[in-house]
């Protein structure tokens, strides 16, 4: 299928201009392994403007303080990438590799429907001032009367992976500029266009005064770090492995960042005897889809050990179904993982499997036939696993799945809670009072119940354990990002 003409932003985004860096670096195709484009560079010096620009727009702005106006930019911005939405889809096909169906899903139309909008909403029914009402004081003995204030925590910095980046990002800058703060964007270095993309529509199509939105692309990893350790910043907002979210948690610990983690997962989808377990089993493709490079799919699945061997031989039959290749076919739902770097970490753990004594019943570590050119990987199914395998303790972020037989509830409980993970969690049953009580105790961030999509603007999102601290998304998302200030003053 010849590839789309997409026009590409390479420029950077600094204090309301759009501007190069001294240097670029070139943007890859996975599915075809050919440059798509270069970007702009940006260095430590870039940064660093970026930063004073955010910080200079917040302090010295009334951004942070009108709430009408915010609102306005925040709509203005969602009519403008609205009206790109076409050429936005085929730029994350190019740049990110995803399958063409999956941006008609959570890569691009399920956040673009709210992401913007419902923030720019709660703007106006989100308690901003609250009224305590008058309370005598014991300790002066006055009667006082007193508020809450929620205000905006300051300079934030937006930090995002490459798996789902406008998702990620977009949901960040809805909910950080809504709340008032000023924001420092740097997209992975993988999938930089679709950031750069927002950059200019920010500059050429919004009311959004210069500094309130940057974005910096680069090419060195380490460039974030600016962000973690400046003092300018007052809040860091991170997705992506929990490697680096504990390097962000020290490193900030100098200047006692503000954080916001959404960090990995090794989701458990738990499929109780009285399932439906053809339709239960739908779950393991969830692995396939966007070639496992989500942090909340559900990677370990979990039978009941009196319908394991039914279980096992339906999901084989639904993986052998499963279309690999061309991202921009639209029948294809598994399309390549994001680099050579990240096919040999998969392959990596497709061989540990096999070292540790895992039956693997399809896929292998070989590419998939006829695809030399791409960083494709097999669908890969791992029966007789154990929870204690690394193929069931760490975050693969491939096609692959592992199939774990349990006993009874309280052992299927056992296995989902026994991991260093609490992003997501998935319990199917033909019973919800049945699968609610599960998801009561386990000790998962969001829980997906009988098939059900914990999803959307209004919904907080974000785990628990090494899978994050905070949540993004609804109004706790929100009050990720302000700060609260408590009034008092004597009446009377």
């Known amino acids: 299928m010849p590839e789309p003409t997409v026009t590409h932003e390479p420029r950077m985004l600094i204090d309301g201009k759009l501007v190069d860096a001294a240097a670029t670096f070139p943007v890859v195709n996975p599915a075809t392994e050919q440059v798509i484009g270069e970007v702009a560079d940006a260095s430590t010096d870039d940064m660093r403007r970026a930063i004073s620009a955010a910080r200079r727009s917040f302090d010295e702005t009334t951004w942070s303080t009108d709430h009408a106006f915010r609102k306005a930019c925040l709509l203005q911005l969602h009519e403008a990438i609205v009206e790109e939405q076409e050429a936005l889809r085929e730029e994350l096909i190019l740049e990110v590799g995803c399958p063409r169906m999956v941006t008609h899903g959570p890569q691009l139309d399920a956040p673009l429907s709210d992401a913007l909008t419902y923030p720019a909403q709660l703007i106006d029914e989100y308690p901003w001032e609250e009224d305590l009402g008058e309370r005598l004081v014991e300790l002066t003995g006055q009667v006082n009367q007193r508020k809450v204030w929620r205000e905006p925590a300051g300079v934030v910095g937006a930090i995002v992976p490459w798996n789902y980046p406008f998702e990620v990002a977009v949901n960040k800058l809805g909910q950080a500029l809504a709340t008032g703060n000023t924001v420092v964007l740097k997209p992975a270095p993988d999938t930089p266009f679709n950031a750069t993309r927002i950059g200019r529509l920010v500059a050429e199509r919004t009311d959004i005064p210069p500094g309130v939105l940057n974005v910096v692309p680069g090419s060195d990893h380490l460039l974030g770090e600016e962000l973690t350790v400046s003092p300018e910043v007052d809040l860091i907002s991170f997705t992506g492995s929990t490697a680096v979210g504990r390097r962000i948690m020290e490193k900030g610990a100098a200047t006692m960042k503000r954080l916001f983690l959404e960090l990995g997962g090794k989701s458990a989808a738990i499929v109780l005897d009285d399932a439906d377990l053809a339709a239960a089993s739908m779950i393991a493709l969830g692995v396939c889809m966007h070639a496992g490079q989500g942090c909340a799919t559900p990677t370990r699945m979990l039978l009941p050990r009196s319908r394991y061997d039914e279980g096992v031989e339906l999901i084989e039959a639904m993986f052998r179904s499963v279309t690999v290749g061309d991202p921009q076919a639209a029948e294809t739902l598994c399309g390549p993982v994001i680099s050579a770097k990240q096919r040999d970490r998969v392959v990596g753990y497709i061989q540990k499997g096999l070292d540790e004594g895992a039956t693997m019943v399809l896929g292998g570590t070989e ?41 009874d509830d309280e052992d299927a409980l056992r296995i989902a809670n026994d991991s260093e993970y609490g992003l997501a969690g998935f319990v199917l049953s033909e019973s919800l009072e049945r699968s609610t009580a599960m998801a009561r105790r386990l000790r998962a961030g969001t829980i997906s119940l009988n098939g059900g999509a914990p999803y959307g603007a209004d919904l907080p999102f974000g785990g628990r354990k090494a899978s994050g601290v905070g949540r993004q998304n609804g109004r706790a998302g929100f009050d990720q990002y302000v700060e609260v200030k408590s009034l008092s003053w004597p009446v009377g």
């Open 367 to 407: 590419p998939p036939a006829g695809m030399d050119v791409g960083y494709y990987v097999q669908p890969t199914l791992f029966t007789d696993v154990d929870n204690s395998m690394a193929i069931a303790r760490e975050e693969i972020f491939g096609p692959v799945l592992v199939v774990i037989p349990y006993e």
